[in-house]
Nanobody, 121 residues
């Protein structure tokens, strides 16, 4: 069974840093683009950052220059380094993979369960 599992969330003070990880587990052959999304209470889910299998990145305007997305294809893992965190970054952060191929089937638009990030003094 293929799963996306996030880790690394928590409570951090404004100006601090966190690093999120998302591991895809299972008998995976390849993964397409991966991304991080976030949803704050009362707000719509928004794109934080995305990265193609080849390493091309895309960021939401509010995090440009502060967050960095990266991935390790050999480990089926995507990371989100978050620096200079602000209170408005508080949200549930979820990992997404647009396509996950196994030896026998392909899954589309898969999500992790999410991890809470709280920025507060």
């Amino acid at each position: 069974q293929v799963q996306l599992v996030e880790s690394g969330g928590g409570l951090v003070q404004p100006g601090g840093s966190l690093r999120l990880s998302c591991v895809a587990s299972g008998s995976i052959f390849s993964i397409g683009s991966m991304g991080w999304y976030r949803q704050a209470p009362g707000k719509q889910r928004e794109l934080v950052a995305a990265i193609t299998r080849g390493g091309i990145t895309n960021y939401g305007d509010s995090v440009k220059g502060r967050f960095t997305i990266s991935r390790d294809n050999a480990k089926n893992t995507v990371y989100l380094q978050m620096n200079s965190l602000k209170s408005e970054d508080t949200a549930v952060y979820s990992c997404n993979a647009d396509r996950i191929a196994t030896s026998t089937y392909v899954l589309y638009n898969r999500w992790g369960q999410g991890t809470q990030v709280t920025v507060s003094s």
